[in-house]
């Protein structure tokens, strides 16, 4: 099974919500600023995903998507 994480980054605040609920631990705070200043996450190992979808389901913002 393959799987896809796509952070829209531009919409990313960097609260960090994903981050505590990947049951993986594979999304991480970016050091880069999106275009409003803040620092999104990253997905550090797409291959490591499981499709839990928790990152999304948590993101208040609805910038992550998981794609099976």
Same mark, same amino acid.
């Given at each position: &099974?393959?799987?896809?994480?796509?952070?829209?980054?531009? *919409?990313?605040?960097?609260c960090?919500?994903?981050?505590? !609920?990947?049951?993986?631990?594979i999304?991480?705070?970016?050091?880069? &600023?999106n275009?409003?200043g803040y620092?999104?996450?990253? *997905?550090?190992d797409?291959?490591?995903?499981i499709?839990c !979808?928790m990152?999304?389901?948590?993101?208040p913002?609805?910038?992550?998507?998981?794609?099976?």
């Amino acid at each position: &099974m393959i799987t896809r994480v796509t952070i829209y980054e531009d *919409i990313c605040k960097g609260c960090g919500l994903c981050t505590t !609920a990947c049951p993986k631990k594979i999304l991480v705070m970016g050091s880069h &600023m999106n275009s409003k200043g803040y620092h999104p996450v990253t *997905i550090i190992d797409q291959n490591l995903c499981i499709s839990c !979808a928790m990152c999304a389901r948590m993101c208040p913002d609805c910038a992550i998507k998981v794609e099976k």
